[in-house]
Nanobody, 115 residues
Framework: QVQLVESGGGLVQPGGSLRLSCGAS????????MAWYRQAHGKQRDLVAT???????IYANSVKGRFTISRDNAQNTVNLQMTSLKFEDTAVYYC?????????WGQGTQVTVSS
């Protein structure tokens, strides 16, 4: 079992930045593929970015060049640096950990982009 706790969400103006963090309980965190998803109100949950155990990253087209995912295996954390935020980035952001066809989810953190 992996427990994930997200933090760093909040209210930000368009063009602003936020940094989300996700702390994981598992000591073998480094072997998991970590990801950020988001779910806007009334919509499905979509992938934002992933980072595998080797540090390889994948981004949704909508966030390429604006968001950066990173991980610190010593601290068991994965971060999402978000810049140039847009209204359409408003959503609940979820951290996930995946390995061996099992996915664990955090409780989510709200990001609201509003003027």
């Amino acid at each position: 079992q992996v427990q994930l706790v997200e933090s760093g969400g909040g209210l930000v103006q368009p063009g602003g930045s936020l940094r989300l963090s996700c702390g994981a309980s598992k000591t073998i965190f480094s072997t998991y593929t970590m990801a950020w998803y988001r779910q806007a109100h009334g919509k499905q949950r979509d992938l934002v970015a992933t980072i595998d155990s080797g540090g390889r990253t994948i981004y949704a087209n909508s966030v390429k060049g604006r968001f950066t995912i990173s991980r610190d295996n010593a601290q068991n954390t994965v971060n999402l640096q978000m810049t140039s935020l847009k209204f359409e980035d408003t959503a609940v952001y979820y951290c996930s950990a995946n390995r061996d066809f099992t996915t664990y989810w955090g409780q989510g953190t709200q990001v609201t982009v509003s003027s």
